[in-house]
């Protein structure tokens, strides 16, 4: 399970847990994207809409509903959505007076274990008590960062928070790794930004950087995955090495 956080909005979190989804699920693995973002956009980025979903995840992190009513098929092969909507930030509210906020998540997943072999959850722009049940839940974080000033700014308190999860609530959480994310070649500021993570996080940043490609913000308003909105396009391209990458960090860990 992978938690996809950076409490900065913005920097291509649910981009990259889509796509990244979208390869992955491509490659024949089956995935489940967990939209922890009271916005919801993860079922609009897949066409889905949202008069059309029974349940989400604001009902399984009550306990209202099994997990298995709220998960929904996204219409690719292998790729399915336990989807979120604006409601989700009233859950959260709730949630803080309830026992074990900080596990439903985990707990909810539990019997999907089988089912799935990667699980996305794409976390809210914070680091509350969805970011946390994300965090909880996940064996590991992806951060997406902007190759942009201030690009660093924040992660400190980031990583505070991993580290407190680790230590109180998920001994097996570690940062799986950085993308950087909508980079420009042509400014030496993105370069630089770069070179700066690549200090801060020796190793852990991945080697396939995605670049600021238009396509790839066009895509979601045609409710269609880059690989299915321009298959060429140097964001598509970017994301299925991406997803290669991951599944060879993943088989050298065995
Ligand atoms: P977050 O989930 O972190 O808030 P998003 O993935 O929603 O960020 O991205 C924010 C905006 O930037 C969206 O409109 C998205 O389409 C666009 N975007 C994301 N990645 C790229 C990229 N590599 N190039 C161009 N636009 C991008
Ligand atoms: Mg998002």
């Known amino acids: 399970m992978v938690a996809i956080a950076n409490q900065k909005g913005g ?12 390869y992955l699920a491509q490659s024949g693995r089956r995935v489940l994207l967990v939209d922890m973002d009271p916005q919801g956009n993860v079922a609009t980025c897949l066409g889905i809409r949202k008069h059309d979903l029974a349940y989400t995840v604001g009902e399984v992190l009550l306990g209202e509903v099994e997990i298995q009513q709220a998960i929904i098929a996204s219409g690719r092969p292998g790729l399915d959505l336990l989807p979120a909507t604006p409601d989700l930030a009233g859950t959260a509210v709730a949630l803080a007076g309830v026992l074990a906020r900080e596990t439903r998540l985990r707990h909810a997943l539990q019997p999907m274990a089988g089912w799935y072999d990667l699980v996305l959850i794409d976390c809210p722009p914070s680091l509350g008590l969805l970011t946390i049940n994300g965090l909880v839940a996940a064996h590991q974080v992806l951060i997406p960062l902007q190759c942009e000033f ?50 801060y996080f020796p190793q852990r940043i991945f080697n396939t950087i995605i670049p600021r490609n238009v396509r790839l913000s066009e895509a ?22 991406l997803a290669e990458e991951l599944l060879q960090r993943e088989e050298a860990k065995r």
């Open 11 to 22: 920097v291509g979190k649910t981009t990259t847990a889509i796509n990244l989804g979208g």
């Open 150 to 199: 201030l690009a660093l700014e924040g992660l400190a308190q980031l990583r505070e928070t991993i580290e407190l999860v680790r230590t109180h609530l998920n001994q097996r959480l570690h940062i799986g790794g950085v993308v950087m994310t909508m980079y420009d070649g042509r400014a030496n500021l993105a370069r630089q930004v770069v070179e700066e993570v690549r200090r």
């Open 220 to 241: 979601p308003s045609h409710g269609a995955l880059i690989y299915e909105y321009d298959p060429t396009s140097r964001g598509a391209k970017a994301y299925a090495a």
